[in-house]
């Protein structure tokens, strides 16, 4: 297999390490999260997908943008490995998906596939390939990294039409200091400024690590740093909700114990053109976790999407401006939590 096939080991390793995490709800994220209503079956499009729905149908306009539903293809690994991406494809079509977003360009698919016939694949099964996770940096020369072959990661990128191309790698290159995360901005201008030439956007996925703070000077918070020390038109962000509620619990106070609240939902609201892309990922609130939520299909946790989506959509000029990506790192059923929810999103409407 070619070089860009090859699965991203920093990426494999953050993935398979955060999927044991539980998470635990804090008096100020139960605050900031709405509960999800009891489940009640539903067809989720004309597509013939069913699950579980907390909005009544018929209420609304829809709060998902059409076009606009992708999958993060990690969360559908296992399926790729025995079936491969044909299949994979098939279902996600038949589920009412409209994108896709890779974590390596094979997954251990059952036998070689070319970036040409995974395009391919995509555009026959109605998905559109709107992005891709690659690692930020190794010590091995010859990885396939933005520090290590930019130009190989961006060829690749090309070739299958993505729009955009990222990391799901925090910015914790040099170190967790202001001055660490300033390099690391610095960095991820490069990959941004090499990927606007492409005619792509380069963004950054956040995990909960990011929005701790600063070794330095405890009063700074690292993600505030990223935000301004990386130049709006060149480096874009992918809010994984889930885990900017895990940060959210896990560092609404500083280390010497004083409030330091945030709002994740703040930060698109402030900012909603640095956030074309979103991963919806829910969780159950646990509070006998230190993170505050178990992982669980969407629809089936306590992440009030209906309230989180329309409030980005809503934004003047931003209904059909951004992505929005189901995942599961570690899904019970893969094609069932595809399934789920799907027919969960597209049954959300809008309060009237």
């Known amino acids: 297999m070619s070089r860009f096939s090859q699965p991203d080991p920093e990426l494999t390793h953050r993935l398979s390490r955060r999927g044991m995490l539980g998470v635990a709800a804090g008096a100020t994220a139960a605050a900031l999260l709405g509960a999800a209503a009891p489940a009640t079956a539903a067809t989720g499009n004309a597509t013939g997908a069913t699950g579980t729905a907390s909005e009544a149908k018929g209420r609304g306009r829809p709060v998902l943008p059409p076009g606009r539903l992708g999958i993060q293809l990690y969360s559908l690994r296992d399926k790729v490995s025995t079936l ?14 409209d994108e896709v977003e890779f974590a390596g360009y094979t997954q251990g698919s059952a036998g070689p596939i070319t970036l040409a016939q995974l395009k391919r694949l995509a555009r026959n099964h109605g998905l559109n390939p709107i992005g891709s996770h690659v690692g930020y940096y190794s010590n091995d020369p010859g ?9 190989k990661v961006l060829d690749d990128a090309q070739a299958l039409g993505l729009k955009h191309i990222g990391t799901a790698a925090g910015p914790f290159r040099y170190g967790s200091t202001v001055d660490a995360w300033k390099r690391a901005a ?26 701790s703070f600063a070794t330095d000077n405890p009063k700074v918070r690292l993600y505030d740093i990223l935000l301004k020390e990386t130049d709006p038109d060149l480096v874009y962000l992918e809010m994984d909700i889930y885990w900017a509620y895990v940060g959210q619990f896990r560092f609404s106070k500083r280390p010497d114990g004083t409030p330091a609240p945030f709002e994740p939902l703040n930060y698109v609201l402030r900012r909603p053109d640095r956030y074309p892309l979103f991963h919806v990922k829910d969780g159950e609130s646990d509070p006998s976790n230190p ?39 570690n899904p019970a059923e893969s094609f069932t939590f595809a399934r789920r929810s799907s027919a969960h999103l597209h049954s959300l409407r809008e309060k009237c």
């Open 186 to 211: 610095e960095d991820f201008n490069t990959y941004g400024a090499a990927a606007k030439a492409r005619g792509m956007k380069f963004y950054q996925h956040n995990h909960s690590e990011e929005f």
């Open 143 to 151: 990885a396939y990294t933005f520090a290590q072959n930019l130009t």
């Open 84 to 97: 491969g991406f044909g299949p994979v494809f098939a279902e996600l079509e038949r589920y009412g998906y």
């Open 291 to 329: 993170y505050g939520y178990n992982m669980t299909d969407v629809g089936d946790g306590d992440i009030d999407y209906q309230r989180f989506i329309s409030a980005v959509t809503r934004l003047r000029g931003h209904r059909m401006a951004h992505h929005w990506q189901a995942e599961h790192d």
